[in-house]
């Protein structure tokens, strides 16, 4: 039976001075297997990955953990509790509107000077010293600056010092009306095969402010610096958005599913013992991030979404139909938004009622097998 | 081909000057049937009625209409239009928090004067009088009230001058995530069985705001106030709000389905001629709406919704299971809410996450068979 | 020295199972003077009650005290955190619109049944029992119905608890942008002169759910329900509303101000000792609460507000006037709105941009000097 | 008499099919002077920008205008009209959280390309093709894309299609609470006097989505890129930010010296004839962008803001108080938030509620005189 730590860490203060925690979960690794970091529910409404992670909590019990594995479910409790109508309003900073996956703190210059000044050190030199780099640089920044730092840069800075510490970093999040899609760093991509997730989008070195990025971003970087001085070495570090459906929407069932998955993936990663766990056979397609498209829409009105998810849409084929009930017995009541050009539908907008501008459909494109 | 008028009435004005209108579409009734008054989309969110009129429209082309019909969808364009996060936050207007469908105007003191000043009146002469009295009202105290009127009474009362010019109005909602379900005041229960609505509230005569209220209580107070005198006049005029599945959803099939089910009602009432519309057969439940319950989540967390709708759910029942991720290993992680008493679940919340306090489900108690 | 006891009390939930809670602060009396309930900041941006209740206690510590004193600022967590731009949108519960001081518990039928229940009972049995059965009501209605209670009703519910314990309860407000002003019931006019606010609605025994209604209606309609029985009882309990300047503003120095009004009107109460605060000298204005009339924009535009607080304006006098600037060139870009009687301006709205409708002022007519 | 054009710009369409447009006054000159583009209100609550396009119309019409004038008010109807409580939530995009002022659009590969295929041009056939050149990137990537383009982008690049057109582009706004100030680009030091604002904050070449970056970034990267291949050209075209004071406050009178501000400006850039406007005598303080320093609530609570706007605090000089009413009878229940360097305060947050990482006060340090 693995033992499993339960703690909690204070990641803000409301204005009434009530601190709000997250509960993290940490098992100790039995030898020296890779370090873990989870966390979900980042953005309020998408809260599938906690019972995702109460699902890897029940079966990682009965588990032989190689490595530590750090589990962080309710991430964000300003989003979490931040309510507009029945709705999670949790996607954004509330005063300033700022996405919270977008507050990771990254020093795009600390890759290119670290491997200017530490030409000579082992590999693991390398990966001990540089780890420790990013942490202080964080603090500096972040988490010790005199001017202090955003609500969203605290909360980010505080749950990204936990990730500093792992070898892995799975970020679980959901689309509005989503199927099952992953994040994956393109120099990881025979690992995307591992997850039991149909849809795989490449992502490049760039940083956008996202927990993975801010997790891979630092060590890719680092091995494209040594890179250009003559010297390879593996990014040795790497990191996985899971988007596990829809947001506003809790099943254990499928929670216990999406658990067998990353078991899969983790236990072919050295991180859990044994072979228990296997990747689902499917047909997974993938596509790089330039080629996965928003659609938006054309005109304003009331939207029935045409297009299941999964299926490839040839170039012209329906994606939405928009009723204009301010125009009956025009000719354009109905009007239909068809493919711009052959694509694979992978989430849709959450609400009937969509603006000029407002995103319907995200699809892949230019798509490929894995 | 029956002719269909198409207008537009300004109901709102935003800050910029520019004015907000709603599309009002007649047809004019062929001989003396009833005149009827539909809207739909007073809450932003529940869309679905739109797509009904749009049916009710393509259908009532080849019908002989009898009595006028008026029918506005898109009736709140202030509420349509409130988005916060991807959602149609238009259930209440967002400055003053009130509830859109609360609006309404009413009198009560006017139909014990009327009926004290007009003894001898004919049962013509009162409809007639009575429609105007009411329509003076609300004019004097809402559209030409010297301190003005607020925002929601301000498209309220020019919504309701329509629909006192009807004897039969029909106000199509929906619920969050729900079944369909109607409301039906108490006096014409016998009309109830005319709609294919599986779920019957049966409402008392007193007024709380809404629309179908503010339609029937004027009439229905006006026939008690004329009973207390000794005299028995009928309800001149009625009134249901139909809700019609979940909010933020669009289906021009099932929207179908359900002008079949408004036509079966107009037909019975005359409203239109021949009986090719008949209501479905089905097990039709009914509760007064004293007994219609909202069960309040007793503990906050993620939601699982357990019971479907329409089942009955005994007592100790369970409705929702509650995942308190903040908990793990701890024996109380996986909570059940159960039914208090036996139930038959109307709707439930839209969101997966609930703070102690918020709206689970809907249920019918001490319901029967209609 | 006066001790003040510290204590928290759990008032909601939140989604990611963390309690929110409120302080509460408490003094023993040292006789048996009048017992006293003061909150804050129900509302979540009406902050400045905050301060008064800290300059109280400040001067409290010198004071002897001879009732109970329990004061609770900072009374609605939920309020106080939800914000939605720079601004604390804490009116009104973010899910269900509802006001939160609209949500407090009152059976309207317990004073009639009350008093005919206990016809023989002295005053104080009066007091202990009819205060018990509030209580009991209270409790087994809100707190422990085993359908649960609304988010809002627990919320009031359980400082509403507190406040049943005492004799005299001030509820601490503040306007959008507004002058200082007081709710009085008409039962306790001649202690509205004891506060040093120069504006006082005197409002009637109907309940209208906020925290002064809910304190003083059960009270004032057990008193008429034993005058109906011929005999004459003084309403037992009694409560103001306090409306200590404009929302979102904190002043250390003038919440001074306004404890020394507060202590002179305790003082006079015999719930402090000696003769130290007085009120000030100024002229006060009175009105009924029918009298106290909001004006509502007839047209939308950008608003500049023109009429101070305090002045009588004239019939016809300005108020705003509206910029359009969608309409530059016409006559009417400008446009003037005006007292459509004579008043005097108490508060207006927050924003420069205004819908039709919008609240503009709220002003007292018919006014009287007290 | 100058004539002014009127016309309107449908700029968006809602979800209820209505769309949203912008006034458009124009103005045609009477030679050759610079064309000029003035817009204000691109955030929903900064309100004064209108007022000051009223006032420069109304000067503008006794003026003989050299260059074409084009003046837009109300520039963001959807953030007009988006309210949350009294306030206007309009900063960003409701659905998305995007920043309205960060949705301009530049393409940043083509000033370096056109330098480089452009080499032989004149002056003046820079000026035009280059202009061409954004203006066909605009929309073929903006207004007519075939996946579309998000809300926001769409009534960027509709304004900017506008500004495109004119040598001098304004953009009026306001801060929260706030003095008013300036943003300059560094090349354009030398106008920063012009206008009778006292603060100045110098920007660099960088994009990061405003308006007035979106105008001169273009011009100045390829002034930078010519550069570069040993050609010195001028900047052909500069932008402005003007930040007016407060938002959601309106002042005809404080517009009218806005007014003369800007058109001392614009006579001295030879848009209007004559001498007539100067700028005032003033100390007028600049620093550069990374000069400028926000500061974060460094604990949550209740602030009473300390420190005048335009004031040098020395530091360690007190800016804010913050009273924690959680903690009465701590030492720390009334705490200070101090400077952290010398600086001058320009602008703080709107509300008196604020929680760890709020932005209290924006604050020039390492500031100079002009």
């Given at each position: ?189 025979d690992r995307a095969i591992l997850f ?65 998955s990353?078991?899969s993936y983790l236990q072919a990663r ?9 990747p ?91």
């Amino acid at each position: 039976m693995t033992a499993i730590e339960h703690s909690t860490l204070e990641v803000a203060v409301l204005a009434n001075g009530q601190a709000l925690s997250v509960p993290v979960y940490r098992i100790r690794g039995e030898s020296d297997g890779p370090s873990v970091y989870i966390q979900a529910n980042m953005h309020g409404a998408e809260v599938q990955g906690n019972a995702v992670i109460f699902q890897l909590l029940e079966q990682l019990k009965s588990q032989h953990c190689l490595g530590d594995i750090t589990l962080v479910p309710l991430a964000n409790p300003i989003g979490s509790n931040q309510k507009s109508g029945e709705f999670t309003l949790g996607r954004f900073d509330p005063i300033t509107g700022e996405n919270w996956n977008r507050g990771y703190h990254f020093n795009k210059s600390l890759p290119v000077e670290f491997a200017a000044d530490n030409k000579h050190l082992t590999n693991d030199e390398i990966k001990q010293n540089f780890r420790q780099a990013i942490i202080d640089d964080l603090e500096q920044n972040k988490l010790n600056n005199p001017y202090g730092a955003k609500t969203s840069q605290l909360l980010c800075a505080q749950l990204q010092r936990m990730a500093f510490d792992a070898d892995i970093v799975l970020d679980l999040h959901t689309g509005p009306i989503s199927s099952r899609h992953l994040y994956c760093p393109e120099y990881a991509k025979d690992r995307a095969i591992l997850f039991d997730i149909a849809h795989v989008l490449f992502i490049p070195s760039d940083f956008d402010g996202a927990m993975d990025e801010a997790t891979f971003c630092p060590w890719w970087q680092l091995q494209q610096a040594y890179q250009a001085q003559g010297r390879d070495i593996e990014v040795m570090v790497e990191a996985f958005t899971l988007e596990l459906g829809s947001q506003e929407w809790l099943s254990l069932e499928a929670a216990k599913e999406d658990s067998n998955s990353v078991l899969s993936y983790l236990q072919a990663r050295g991180v859990i013992d044994g072979e228990a766990f296997q990747p689902r056979k499917m047909i997974r397609y993938g596509c790089m991030l330039e080629n996965y498209r928003a659609l938006y829409a054309p005109q304003s009105g009331l939207v029935e979404y045409l297009a299941p998810f999964g299926d490839v849409i040839e170039e012209g084929g329906p994606l939405v139909q928009i009723l204009h009930m301010e125009r009956y017995g025009e000719l354009d009541c109905v009007t239909q938004v068809n493919a711009p050009q052959r694509c694979i539908p992978v989430l849709h907008f959450a609400s009937a009622s969509v603006n000029r501008g407002t995103e319907l459909y995200k699809v892949m494109t230019n798509f490929f097998t894995l």
